[in-house]
T-cell receptor, first 119, second 113 residues
Framework: GAVVSQHPSRVICKSGTSVKIECRSL??????MFWYRQFPKKSLMLMAT?????????EQGVEKDKFLINHASLTLSTLTVTSAHPEDSSFYIC???????????????FGAGSRLTVL | QQPVQSPQAVILREGEDAVINCSSS?????VHWYRQKHGEAPVFLMI?????EQMRHEKISASFNEKKQQSSLYLTASQLSYSGTYFC??????????????FGKGTLLTVNP
C-alpha cells in the first residue's frame, strides 16, 4: 500500500533556531501534500496545502513566514519552522494525496508525525 | 467548518458495540473516516460519497444520511485492536484544486479485555 515517510519523528531544539521536517511519498507521486498540527487530545488542524512546483496555500491564522513549506518534487514536501519558540512545540503531521482512490474519491495517506519540542 | 463528532470518548469491553457520529451544518461532498493509535499516523478506514450510502471495512461499517450532513461509524463486536482515536474528515467542495479535509475533534475509543 501507499506509504508516507516523515522525518524526523522527534526533534528537540533551542528557542530561536529553525527546524526542518520532511515528508516523502515512498511509492507514489503526490501532487498535493497537506501539513497539520495536532495538539494533545485535539483534532488535526490543517496548516497548509502544498502543491508541487507552486506556492503553498496557508489556512487562515497560520503565519507563512513562520512555517515555510516547500514542495520541490512529486515525492517530497518540507516544513521549516523558523525561529522556533516554545509555543511552536506540537505534533506535526503530513499527508499526501495520490496514494489511491476509494469509491471515486482520493484517499489521504498520512505520515507518522513529528514531535517538536522547543526549549 | 469543523464537523462535530460525538461522543468524545467511549470505553467498551471486548465484543461490545459502539457508534460514533459526525455531523455538519452544511451538506457535504464526502466523509472520510480515519483511526489513529497513539503516536502513530492516522490510518484510512473508508470514504462515503453518496447520500444514503453504507460502507464496510471488516467489522466496521459507516453510513451517510440522505441529506449528506451526518455520518455514523458502527463498530460491532469490538476487538482490542479497535482502540484508538477515530476522526471524521469532511469535504464540502467537490475536490479538484480545492480538495481538503476538515477533521472533527476525534473520538477516543478504548476497548478493554
Amino acid at each position: 500500500g501507499a506509504v508516507v515517510s516523515q522525518h524526523p519523528s522527534r526533534v528537540i531544539c533551542k528557542s530561536g533556531t529553525s527546524v526542518k521536517i520532511e515528508c516523502r511519498s515512498l511509492d507514489f507521486q503526490a501532487t498535493t501534500m497537506f501539513w497539520y498540527r495536532q495538539f494533545p487530545k485535539k483534532s488535526l488542524m490543517l496548516m497548509a496545502t502544498s502543491n508541487e512546483g507552486s506556492k503553498a496555500t496557508y489556512e487562515q491564522g497560520v503565519e507563512k513566514d513562520k512555517f515555510l513549506i516547500n514542495h520541490a518534487s512529486l515525492t517530497l514536501s518540507t516544513l521549516t519552522v523558523t525561529s522556533a519558540h516554545p509555543e511552536d512545540s506540537s505534533f506535526y503531521i503530513c499527508s499526501a494525496e495520490g496514494g489511491g482512490r476509494y469509491s471515486g474519491a482520493n484517499v489521504l495517506t498520512f505520515g507518522a508525525g513529528s514531535r517538536l519540542t522547543v526549549l | 467548518q469543523q464537523p462535530v463528532q460525538s461522543p468524545q470518548a467511549v470505553i467498551l469491553r471486548e465484543g461490545e458495540d459502539a457508534v460514533i457520529n459526525c455531523s455538519s451544518s452544511k451538506a457535504l461532498y464526502s466523509v472520510h473516516w480515519y483511526r489513529q493509535k497513539h503516536g502513530e499516523a492516522p490510518v484510512f478506514l473508508m470514504i462515503l460519497l453518496k447520500g444514503g450510502e453504507q460502507m464496510r471495512h471488516e467489522k466496521i461499517s459507516a453510513s451517510f444520511n440522505e441529506k449528506k450532513q451526518q455520518s455514523s461509524l458502527y463498530l460491532t463486536a469490538s476487538q482490542l485492536s479497535y482502540s484508538g482515536t477515530y476522526f471524521c474528515g469532511t469535504e464540502i467542495n467537490s475536490g479538484g484544486s480545492n480538495y481538503k479535509l476538515t477533521f472533527g475533534k476525534g473520538t477516543l475509543l478504548t476497548v478493554n479485555p
